[in-house]
C-alpha cells in the first residue's frame, strides 16, 4: 500500500479508461499529489495495460459505482480534495444496444458519489466529465457551439449525459457540491480504444501493413463533423477546470476547428506505408440517427483557465497509428 506522505489526494474514477489512464499520468506530474483510482476489477488485463507503466505510484481501488456500499468504502479510503469523474458507459453505439443500462450506469454511478459526499461530510472539488454529444442536433447558425445553446440529443448516450450533468447542478444548488460541468468535444490519441472512429481506423491500417488482414478498411458515416482535440493538451484542461472554473456553470472544452471524419480517414491513410487501400462503407456501422456536425466555442472556458491546445492533430493522428503498430 502506498504511504500517505502527500498533501492532495485525488480520485479518478475510471483510471484504467483512455482519458483516465492520461490524466493519471498528469496528476502523478504535480507536485504533493496522491493518486487514487477505481477499477470494475482488478483482472481486467486490457484495461489494465493502459495504466501498467504506473501501477505501483497510484492506489487502485476496485468498485462498481452503481452499489453504494463500495462507493462508500472508496470515498472512505481516499478522502479526496479533487474528484475526476470519468467513469462512464460512453460509447454511443452501445447505448443504442443497451439504453436501460447506458442510462443506469452513468446516472446511478453519479447520485451515488454524491449522495456519499454528503454522508461522510466531504468536500472535494468534482469536476464531472461531459459530452458535446449533449448538444446533438445543432443548426447552421448556431456554430461554434456556445454553452447557451439548447440540448437536442440524439443518442441514450447523450440523454445520459444531460442528466449527469444537471444532476451535478442541482447537487451544487441544493447541497452546495463544488461540481465542475464541462463539455469535453472529442478527444483522442494514443490508448482510445478500438471501437472508437479514429482509433478503428488507425488499428485497420496497422492490421493491413502487417498483412493481417486484406487491404480493405471498413467505415460508417464519413460524413460527420467533429471538434477533435489530443487526449494530452485535454487532461491539462481537466486540472486546469479542477482548480480555476466556478462551481455548477458549464464549460466547453474544445478546440475551436472541425473536421469531416472523411479528412482524418485520409489523413491516416496518408501516414501508411501501404498504398491503395480500399474503403468500403459497412451498413453494421451506421447509426439509428447521427450528429451532423459538433463544432465548439471555448472562449469562456479559456478565459477563465487560459488553457490553449498545444499538440497538433496530424501529430495526435501519427501517435494513435503508432500506437496500433505497436500492439498488432
Same mark, same amino acid.
Given at each position: 500500500? $502506498?504511504?500517505?506522505?502527500?498533501?492532495?489526494?485525488?480520485?479518478?474514477? %475510471?483510471?484504467?479508461?483512455?482519458?483516465?489512464?492520461?490524466?493519471?499520468?498528469?496528476?502523478?506530474?504535480?507536485?504533493?499529489?496522491?493518486?487514487?483510482?477505481?477499477?470494475?476489477?482488478?483482472?481486467?488485463?486490457?484495461?489494465?495495460?493502459?495504466?501498467?507503466?504506473?501501477?505501483?505510484?497510484?492506489?487502485?481501488?476496485?468498485?462498481?459505482?452503481?452499489?453504494?456500499?463500495?462507493?462508500?468504502?472508496?470515498?472512505?479510503?481516499? *478522502?479526496?480534495?479533487?474528484?475526476?469523474?470519468?467513469?462512464?458507459?460512453?460509447?454511443?453505439?452501445? +447505448?443504442?444496444?443497451?439504453?436501460?443500462?447506458?442510462?443506469?450506469?452513468?446516472? $446511478?454511478?453519479?447520485?451515488?458519489?454524491?449522495?456519499? $459526499?454528503?454522508?461522510?461530510?466531504?468536500?472535494?472539488?468534482?469536476?464531472?466529465?461531459?459530452?458535446?454529444?449533449?448538444?446533438? #442536433?445543432?443548426?447552421?447558425?448556431?456554430?461554434?457551439?456556445?454553452?447557451?445553446?439548447?440540448?437536442?440529443?440524439?443518442?441514450?448516450?447523450?440523454?445520459?449525459?444531460?442528466?449527469?450533468?444537471?444532476?451535478?447542478?442541482?447537487?451544487?444548488?441544493?447541497? %452546495?457540491?463544488?461540481?465542475?460541468?464541462?463539455?469535453?468535444?472529442?478527444?483522442?490519441?494514443?490508448?482510445? %480504444?478500438?471501437?472508437?472512429?479514429?482509433?478503428?481506423?488507425?488499428?485497420?491500417?496497422?492490421?493491413?501493413?502487417?498483412?493481417?488482414?486484406?487491404?480493405?478498411?471498413?467505415?460508417?458515416?464519413?460524413?460527420?463533423?467533429?471538434?477533435?482535440?489530443?487526449?494530452?493538451?485535454?487532461?491539462?484542461?481537466?486540472? #486546469?477546470? +479542477?482548480? *480555476?472554473?466556478?462551481? %455548477?456553470?458549464?464549460?466547453?472544452?474544445? +478546440?475551436? *476547428?472541425?473536421?469531416?471524419?472523411?479528412?482524418?480517414?485520409?489523413?491516416?491513410?496518408?501516414? +501508411?506505408?501501404? *498504398?491503395?487501400?480500399?474503403?468500403?462503407?459497412?451498413?453494421?456501422?451506421?447509426?439509428?440517427?447521427?450528429?451532423? $456536425?459538433?463544432?465548439?466555442?471555448?472562449?469562456?472556458?479559456?478565459?477563465?483557465?487560459?488553457?490553449?491546445?498545444?499538440?497538433?492533430?496530424?501529430?495526435?493522428?501519427?501517435?494513435?497509428?503508432?500506437?496500433?503498430?505497436?500492439?498488432?
Amino acid at each position: 500500500m $502506498i504511504k500517505n506522505n502527500k498533501n492532495m489526494r485525488v480520485l479518478i474514477t %475510471g483510471i484504467t479508461g483512455f482519458v483516465g489512464s492520461h490524466l493519471a499520468e498528469y496528476c502523478l506530474q504535480k507536485p504533493d499529489v496522491q493518486v487514487f483510482g477505481t477499477v470494475l476489477s482488478h483482472h481486467l488485463g486490457d484495461e489494465l495495460q493502459r495504466i501498467e507503466h504506473i501501477k505501483d505510484k497510484i492506489e487502485l481501488l476496485e468498485c462498481d459505482l452503481t452499489n453504494r456500499v463500495a462507493v462508500t468504502r472508496v470515498l472512505e479510503r481516499s *478522502k479526496p480534495d479533487k474528484i475526476f469523474h470519468l467513469a462512464a458507459q460512453s460509447f454511443v453505439p452501445i +447505448s443504442w444496444k443497451s439504453p436501460e443500462d447506458t442510462l443506469f450506469n452513468n446516472i $446511478i454511478s453519479e447520485l451515488n458519489i454524491f449522495e456519499v $459526499i454528503r454522508e461522510l461530510k466531504l468536500d472535494p472539488v468534482i469536476v464531472i466529465a461531459g459530452s458535446s454529444e449533449e448538444y446533438g #442536433l445543432v443548426f447552421e447558425n448556431e456554430l461554434p457551439i456556445k454553452e447557451t445553446n439548447p440540448f437536442r440529443p440524439l443518442s441514450p448516450y447523450a440523454v445520459s449525459k444531460i442528466a449527469q450533468e444537471t444532476l451535478a447542478y442541482q447537487y451544487h444548488k441544493s447541497y %452546495g457540491l463544488k461540481t465542475v460541468l464541462t463539455r469535453f468535444f472529442n478527444t483522442e490519441g494514443p490508448r482510445r %480504444g478500438q471501437d472508437f472512429v479514429t482509433s478503428n481506423f488507425a488499428k485497420q491500417i496497422a492490421e493491413i501493413e502487417k498483412g493481417k488482414r486484406e487491404p480493405v478498411i471498413y467505415v460508417g458515416n464519413l460524413e460527420a463533423k467533429r471538434d477533435f482535440n489530443d487526449v494530452r493538451d485535454m487532461v491539462r484542461a481537466y486540472w #486546469l477546470a +479542477s482548480e *480555476k472554473c466556478n462551481f %455548477g456553470e458549464p464549460y466547453n472544452v474544445c +478546440s475551436g *476547428k472541425t473536421r469531416s471524419i472523411k479528412s482524418i480517414l485520409d489523413l491516416l491513410l496518408s501516414f +501508411s506505408k501501404v *498504398k491503395n487501400i480500399e474503403v468500403k462503407q459497412d451498413p453494421a456501422r451506421m447509426r439509428p440517427s447521427d450528429v451532423p $456536425i459538433l463544432y465548439g466555442d471555448s472562449s469562456k472556458f479559456r478565459a477563465e483557465t487560459g488553457w490553449q491546445p498545444k499538440i497538433p492533430f496530424e501529430q495526435t493522428m501519427s501517435d494513435l497509428l503508432q500506437y496500433w503498430r505497436e500492439r498488432t
